[in-house]
Protein backbone atom coordinates (compact mmCIF):
# COMPACT_ATOMS: atom_id res chain seq x y z
CA UNK A 1 0.00 0.00 0.00
CA UNK A 2 1.28 3.22 -1.40
CA UNK A 3 -1.18 5.53 -0.88
CA UNK A 4 -2.97 7.09 2.17
CA UNK A 5 -6.20 9.10 2.24
CA UNK A 6 -7.06 10.63 5.54
CA UNK A 7 -10.89 11.51 5.92
CA UNK A 8 -12.35 12.97 9.07
CA UNK A 9 -15.78 12.67 8.81
CA UNK A 10 -18.07 9.24 8.36
CA UNK A 11 -19.44 10.83 5.29
CA UNK A 12 -16.23 12.12 3.52
CA UNK A 13 -15.01 7.85 4.14
CA UNK A 14 -18.09 6.89 2.19
CA UNK A 15 -17.57 9.02 -0.74
CA UNK A 16 -13.83 8.20 -1.14
CA UNK A 17 -14.46 4.42 -1.22
CA UNK A 18 -17.20 4.91 -3.31
CA UNK A 19 -14.09 6.01 -6.02
CA UNK A 20 -12.39 2.54 -5.54
CA UNK A 21 -12.03 0.03 -8.23
CA UNK A 22 -11.29 -2.45 -6.11
CA UNK A 23 -12.04 -3.29 -2.38
CA UNK A 24 -9.59 -5.39 -0.34
CA UNK A 25 -10.16 -7.53 3.08
CA UNK A 26 -8.85 -6.17 6.16
CA UNK A 27 -5.48 -6.90 7.25
CA UNK A 28 -4.14 -7.77 10.88
CA UNK A 29 -2.82 -3.73 12.43
CA UNK A 30 0.45 -3.25 13.94
CA UNK A 31 1.26 -3.30 17.34
CA UNK A 32 0.13 0.31 19.07
CA UNK A 33 -2.04 1.02 15.84
CA UNK A 34 -5.69 1.35 16.85
CA UNK A 35 -6.80 2.84 13.48
CA UNK A 36 -9.40 0.78 11.27
CA UNK A 37 -8.91 1.41 7.87
CA UNK A 38 -10.88 0.87 4.69
CA UNK A 39 -8.64 -0.31 1.70
CA UNK A 40 -9.13 -0.34 -2.05
CA UNK A 41 -7.11 0.14 -5.34
CA UNK A 42 -7.70 3.29 -7.59
CA UNK A 43 -6.35 2.69 -10.60
CA UNK A 44 -2.59 0.92 -10.19
CA UNK A 45 -2.66 1.94 -6.64
CA UNK A 46 -3.45 0.34 -3.34
CA UNK A 47 -5.34 2.68 -1.37
CA UNK A 48 -5.36 3.07 2.61
CA UNK A 49 -8.46 5.04 3.85
CA UNK A 50 -8.55 5.79 7.73
CA UNK A 51 -10.03 8.79 9.76
CA UNK A 52 -10.76 9.19 13.36
CA UNK A 53 -12.58 8.47 16.35
CA UNK A 54 -16.33 9.11 15.32
CA UNK A 55 -16.99 12.87 16.82
CA UNK A 56 -12.90 13.56 16.81
CA UNK A 57 -12.35 16.61 15.00
CA UNK A 58 -9.46 19.34 15.20
CA UNK A 59 -6.03 19.77 14.63
CA UNK A 60 -4.81 17.92 17.68
CA UNK A 61 -7.43 14.77 17.29
CA UNK A 62 -5.72 14.03 13.18
CA UNK A 63 -2.41 14.54 14.80
CA UNK A 64 -2.91 11.65 16.89
CA UNK A 65 -4.60 9.08 14.75
CA UNK A 66 -2.36 9.88 12.01
CA UNK A 67 0.72 9.42 13.59
CA UNK A 68 0.59 5.84 14.03
CA UNK A 69 -0.33 4.71 10.22
CA UNK A 70 3.24 3.71 9.22
CA UNK A 71 3.35 1.45 12.12
CA UNK A 72 1.28 -0.43 9.97
CA UNK A 73 1.29 0.43 6.37
CA UNK A 74 5.64 1.78 6.39
CA UNK A 75 5.59 1.96 2.84
CA UNK A 76 3.44 4.84 2.35
CA UNK A 77 4.63 7.52 0.16
CA UNK A 78 2.00 9.36 -1.25
CA UNK A 79 -1.15 11.33 1.45
CA UNK A 80 -4.37 13.25 0.50
CA UNK A 81 -6.36 14.82 3.05
CA UNK A 82 -9.67 14.82 1.26
CA UNK A 83 -13.48 16.17 2.83
CA UNK A 84 -15.50 18.95 3.05
CA UNK A 85 -14.08 22.84 3.45
CA UNK A 86 -15.46 26.37 3.77
CA UNK A 87 -15.23 28.69 1.35
CA UNK A 88 -13.76 32.25 1.22
CA UNK A 89 -15.33 34.37 -1.45
CA UNK A 90 -13.64 36.59 -3.52
CA UNK A 91 -16.31 37.03 -6.26
CA UNK A 92 -15.55 38.43 -8.74
CA UNK A 93 -11.74 37.64 -8.84
CA UNK A 94 -11.91 34.52 -7.20
CA UNK A 95 -15.42 32.65 -7.64
CA UNK A 96 -15.78 29.68 -5.58
CA UNK A 97 -18.93 28.44 -5.12
CA UNK A 98 -20.66 25.51 -3.65
CA UNK A 99 -19.53 22.06 -5.20
CA UNK A 100 -15.88 23.76 -5.93
CA UNK A 101 -12.80 22.10 -4.89
CA UNK A 102 -10.00 23.66 -3.34
CA UNK A 103 -6.28 22.35 -3.85
CA UNK A 104 -3.87 23.22 -1.68
CA UNK A 105 -1.22 24.17 -3.72
CA UNK A 106 -1.03 27.56 -4.83
CA UNK A 107 1.32 29.14 -7.32
CA UNK A 108 3.30 31.28 -4.36
CA UNK A 109 2.46 30.87 -0.75
CA UNK A 110 2.16 28.30 1.78
CA UNK A 111 0.04 25.48 1.16
CA UNK A 112 -1.78 25.46 5.07
CA UNK A 113 -1.79 28.17 7.58
CA UNK A 114 -2.88 27.54 10.90
CA UNK A 115 -3.97 30.83 11.61
CA UNK A 116 -4.70 30.34 15.49
CA UNK A 117 -1.34 29.36 16.44
CA UNK A 118 0.81 32.17 17.09
CA UNK A 119 2.38 35.24 19.89
CA UNK A 120 0.27 38.25 20.20
CA UNK A 121 2.69 41.43 19.63
CA UNK A 122 1.71 45.63 19.89
CA UNK A 123 1.11 45.23 16.29
CA UNK A 124 -1.69 42.17 17.14
CA UNK A 125 -1.89 38.81 16.55
CA UNK A 126 1.21 37.23 14.63
CA UNK A 127 1.11 33.71 13.04
CA UNK A 128 3.99 31.58 13.73
CA UNK A 129 2.91 28.75 12.26
CA UNK A 130 3.04 28.81 8.24
CA UNK A 131 3.44 24.87 6.77
CA UNK A 132 5.25 24.38 3.34
CA UNK A 133 4.15 23.13 0.56
CA UNK A 134 2.81 18.97 0.24
CA UNK A 135 5.51 16.33 -1.70
CA UNK A 136 6.88 17.52 -4.37
CA UNK A 137 5.84 14.38 -6.58
CA UNK A 138 2.16 15.40 -5.71
CA UNK A 139 3.03 19.11 -6.82
CA UNK A 140 3.58 17.92 -10.05
CA UNK A 141 0.94 15.64 -10.82
CA UNK A 142 -1.26 18.91 -9.68
CA UNK A 143 -0.05 20.83 -12.47
CA UNK A 144 -0.62 17.98 -15.01
CA UNK A 145 -3.73 17.72 -13.86
CA UNK A 146 -4.33 21.46 -14.28
CA UNK A 147 -3.06 21.23 -17.68
CA UNK A 148 -5.54 18.71 -18.77
CA UNK A 149 -8.34 20.73 -18.52
CA UNK A 150 -7.10 23.04 -20.23
CA UNK A 151 -7.77 21.44 -23.22
CA UNK A 152 -10.91 20.22 -22.92
CA UNK A 153 -14.38 22.05 -22.98
CA UNK A 154 -15.71 22.75 -20.36
CA UNK A 155 -12.64 21.94 -17.96
CA UNK A 156 -12.65 20.44 -14.74
CA UNK A 157 -16.02 19.67 -14.86
CA UNK A 158 -16.42 17.56 -17.25
CA UNK A 159 -13.65 14.93 -15.48
CA UNK A 160 -15.32 15.16 -11.97
CA UNK A 161 -18.58 14.73 -13.25
CA UNK A 162 -17.37 11.43 -14.96
CA UNK A 163 -16.03 10.28 -10.75
CA UNK A 164 -19.44 11.39 -9.76
CA UNK A 165 -21.66 9.21 -11.76
CA UNK A 166 -19.67 6.29 -9.47
CA UNK A 167 -22.47 6.80 -6.87
CA UNK A 168 -24.89 5.79 -10.14
CA UNK A 169 -24.43 1.97 -9.34
CA UNK A 170 -25.46 2.71 -5.70
CA UNK A 171 -29.20 3.97 -5.70
CA UNK A 172 -29.00 4.67 -1.64
CA UNK A 173 -25.63 6.73 -2.41
CA UNK A 174 -26.80 8.19 -5.60
CA UNK A 175 -29.64 9.71 -3.95
CA UNK A 176 -27.76 10.91 -0.74
CA UNK A 177 -24.49 12.62 -2.93
CA UNK A 178 -26.46 14.56 -5.43
CA UNK A 179 -25.93 18.12 -5.91
CA UNK A 180 -29.03 19.60 -3.69
CA UNK A 181 -31.72 21.55 -5.16
CA UNK A 182 -31.28 23.91 -2.36
CA UNK A 183 -29.58 27.44 -4.00
CA UNK A 184 -26.35 28.61 -4.00
CA UNK A 185 -26.68 32.10 -2.15
CA UNK A 186 -23.69 34.16 -1.04
CA UNK A 187 -24.32 37.02 1.31
CA UNK A 188 -22.70 39.94 1.85
CA UNK A 189 -20.33 40.05 4.79
CA UNK A 190 -22.07 42.50 6.52
CA UNK A 191 -25.18 40.35 6.92
CA UNK A 192 -25.56 37.80 9.77
CA UNK A 193 -27.74 34.74 9.81
CA UNK A 194 -31.08 35.71 12.06
CA UNK A 195 -31.36 32.81 14.04
CA UNK A 196 -34.49 30.59 13.74
CA UNK A 197 -35.14 31.34 10.07
CA UNK A 198 -34.23 29.55 6.60
CA UNK A 199 -31.71 31.32 4.29
CA UNK A 200 -34.21 31.29 1.58
CA UNK A 201 -36.53 33.51 3.26
CA UNK A 202 -33.79 36.43 3.87
CA UNK A 203 -34.05 39.49 2.18
CA UNK A 204 -32.53 39.17 -1.27
CA UNK A 205 -30.71 42.99 -0.93
CA UNK A 206 -27.87 41.42 0.87
CA UNK A 207 -27.50 38.54 -1.41
CA UNK A 208 -24.32 38.87 -3.93
CA UNK A 209 -25.21 38.44 -7.39
CA UNK A 210 -23.06 36.59 -9.19
CA UNK A 211 -23.18 35.80 -13.10
CA UNK A 212 -24.85 32.21 -13.41
CA UNK A 213 -23.15 29.12 -14.34
CA UNK A 214 -23.45 26.96 -16.91
CA UNK A 215 -24.91 23.76 -16.08
CA UNK A 216 -23.47 23.97 -12.77
CA UNK A 217 -20.01 23.54 -13.41
CA UNK A 218 -17.65 22.48 -10.97
CA UNK A 219 -14.13 24.33 -10.64
CA UNK A 220 -11.33 23.58 -9.08
CA UNK A 221 -8.98 25.98 -7.55
CA UNK A 222 -5.44 26.44 -6.62
CA UNK A 223 -5.11 28.27 -3.17
CA UNK A 224 -3.62 28.44 0.26
CA UNK A 225 -5.63 26.94 2.95
CA UNK A 226 -6.33 28.30 6.46
CA UNK A 227 -6.58 25.65 9.24
CA UNK A 228 -7.50 25.92 13.16
CA UNK A 229 -9.49 24.47 15.67
CA UNK A 230 -12.85 26.30 15.71
CA UNK A 231 -15.70 26.27 13.37
CA UNK A 232 -15.46 29.85 11.78
CA UNK A 233 -19.21 31.37 11.56
CA UNK A 234 -18.20 34.87 10.70
CA UNK A 235 -17.72 36.12 7.72
CA UNK A 236 -15.54 39.05 8.61
CA UNK A 237 -12.92 37.04 10.14
CA UNK A 238 -13.30 34.81 7.68
CA UNK A 239 -12.13 37.71 4.87
CA UNK A 240 -9.63 39.27 7.19
CA UNK A 241 -7.89 36.04 7.64
CA UNK A 242 -7.76 35.44 3.84
CA UNK A 243 -6.68 39.00 3.03
CA UNK A 244 -3.75 38.57 5.33
CA UNK A 245 -2.82 35.05 4.12
CA UNK A 246 -2.28 34.68 0.37
CA UNK A 247 -5.94 35.43 -0.38
CA UNK A 248 -6.76 32.03 1.01
CA UNK A 249 -9.71 30.70 -0.46
CA UNK A 250 -10.37 27.67 1.83
CA UNK A 251 -10.94 27.00 6.04
CA UNK A 252 -11.08 24.31 7.39
CA UNK A 253 -9.95 22.58 11.03
CA UNK A 254 -7.90 19.69 10.11
CA UNK A 255 -5.03 20.33 7.72
CA UNK A 256 -2.60 22.20 10.53
CA UNK A 257 -2.57 18.60 12.77
CA UNK A 258 -2.06 16.79 10.47
CA UNK A 259 0.84 17.99 7.31
CA UNK A 260 4.34 17.80 10.28
CA UNK A 261 2.83 13.88 11.36
CA UNK A 262 2.23 12.74 7.51
CA UNK A 263 2.67 15.18 4.90
CA UNK A 264 -0.11 15.49 2.10
CA UNK A 265 -2.00 17.22 -0.28
CA UNK A 266 -5.46 18.98 0.96
CA UNK A 267 -8.33 18.47 -1.08
CA UNK A 268 -11.64 20.24 0.01
CA UNK A 269 -15.06 20.54 -1.68
CA UNK A 270 -16.72 23.81 -0.64
CA UNK A 271 -19.77 22.85 1.66
CA UNK A 272 -20.29 26.43 2.93
CA UNK A 273 -18.99 29.87 2.88
CA UNK A 274 -17.95 29.56 6.50
CA UNK A 275 -20.15 32.32 7.78
CA UNK A 276 -23.13 33.12 9.72
CA UNK A 277 -25.22 31.26 7.30
CA UNK A 278 -23.71 27.82 7.53
CA UNK A 279 -25.51 24.23 7.21
CA UNK A 280 -25.24 21.12 6.20
CA UNK A 281 -27.03 20.77 2.93
CA UNK A 282 -24.22 20.34 0.77
CA UNK A 283 -21.79 18.59 2.72
CA UNK A 284 -22.39 15.50 0.68
CA UNK A 285 -22.06 17.13 -2.72
CA UNK A 286 -19.31 18.60 -1.43
CA UNK A 287 -17.48 15.38 -0.57
CA UNK A 288 -18.41 13.95 -3.51
CA UNK A 289 -16.37 16.67 -5.46
CA UNK A 290 -13.07 16.47 -3.38
CA UNK A 291 -13.42 11.94 -3.69
CA UNK A 292 -13.68 12.51 -7.57
CA UNK A 293 -10.64 15.25 -7.91
CA UNK A 294 -8.35 12.57 -5.37
CA UNK A 295 -9.32 10.43 -7.90
CA UNK A 296 -8.79 12.04 -10.80
CA UNK A 297 -5.35 12.80 -9.78
CA UNK A 298 -4.30 8.76 -8.65
Avoid at 7 to 16: F, G, Q, R, S, V
Avoid at 34 to 48: A, E, K, Q, T
Avoid at 94 to 110: I, K
Avoid at 247 to 273: H, K, Q, S, T, W
Wanted: glycine residues 8%; aromatic residues 8%.
Amino acid sequence: FTVGIIYIKPLEMKAITVMFDERFDSIPVAHGDVNDYSLGRIGHHNIVVVGPARGDQGTVATAQFSSTIRLTFPNLCVGLLVGIGGGIPHYPEHDVRLGDVVVGAPETGPAVVQYDLGKRTENGFEVTRVLGKPPGLLLKVVNKVDDKYMYIQDGADDILKSHIDRFSTFPRLRKEFKRPSTPDRLFQSSYIHEHGTECVDHDPEFEVLRQPRQSNDIVVHLSTILSGDSVMKCSTDRDLLSAKHNNALCIEMEAAGLMDVFPCLVIRGICDYADSHKDSIWQNFAAATASAYARELL
